[in-house]
T-cell receptor, first 113, second 112 residues
Framework: AQSVTQPDIHITVSEGASLELRCNYS??????LFWYVQSPGQGLQLLLK??????LVQGIKGFEAEFKRSQSSFNLRKPSVHWSDAAEYFC???????????FGQGTTLQVKP | DAGVIQSPRHEVTEMGQEVTLRCKPI?????LFWYRQTMMRGLELLIY????????DSGMPEDRFSAKMPNASFSTLKIQPSEPRDSAVYFC??????????FGPGTRLTVL
């Protein structure tokens, strides 16, 4: 069965520092992968997605993610974090041809001034 | 496009009352999903529809929960009777084919 693991429940970084949020998936075929962000009291917003092609994908708000098939990973990165990036981040994979998203547990990002 | 629209944004009700949550998906999208988010259980998929037909309702917690999609532009999630443990944020999302899902702002439900 497909699954997504986000090993870090909570991460704190200083403003201006680089960020990497980890995501590992379990899926037999080529996965469709997503990163969503949820600010407090808000719905989920798509940051970026990977369907095929270039394994380094660019998203909104200066985020990028790299698909590594050998490591079954799709880690999210940002070179310099802003205070407004404090939020919860979810990695997800589409389950087969169903259209269902399998979400990770989420990583809460705290940004120190 | 206005995005996925949910109403109400907040609902406070008393235990035993019927609650109806509403969702308008993005025009042209053929998939609609209902999720529930709580601190304890995170984000859970309750049910999803494809072309207005329920495909998988295995996430619906109990018979007290029901969902309908009478047409391509409207869906409801009903809880009858409601219980305090149903308190959560309920999200609706839609997608075209099996692509990215677009989420609504959610309905925060509090059952007293």
């Amino acid at each position: 069965a497909q699954s997504v693991t986000q090993p870090d429940i909570h991460i704190t970084v200083s403003e201006g520092a680089s960020l990497e949020l980890r995501c590992n998936y379990s899926y037999g075929a080529t996965p469709y992968l997503f990163w969503y962000v949820q600010s407090p009291g808000q719905g989920l917003q798509l940051l970026l997605k990977y369907f095929s092609g270039d394994t380094l994908v660019q998203g909104i708000k200066g985020f990028e993610a790299e698909f590594k098939r050998s490591q079954s990973s799709f880690n999210l990165r940002k070179p310099s974090v802003h205070w407004s990036d404090a939020a919860e981040y979810f990695c997800a994979v589409v389950s087969g041809n169903t259209g269902k998203l399998i979400f990770g547990q989420g990583t809460t990002l705290q940004v120190k001034p | 496009d206005a995005g996925v629209i949910q109403s109400p944004r907040h609902e406070v009700t008393e235990m035993g009352q019927e609650v109806t949550l509403r969702c308008k998906p993005i025009s042209g999208h053929d998939y609609l999903f209902w999720y529930r988010q709580t601190m304890m259980r995170g984000l859970e998929l309750l049910i999803y529809f494809n072309n207005n037909v329920p495909i998988d309702d295995s996430g619906m917690p109990e018979d007290r929960f029901s969902a309908k999609m009478p047409n391509a532009s409207f869906s409801t999630l009903k809880i009858q009777p409601s219980e305090p443990r149903d308190s959560a944020v309920y999200f609706c999302a839609s997608s075209f084919n099996t692509g990215e899902q677009f989420f609504g702002p959610g309905t925060r439900l509090t059952v007293l």
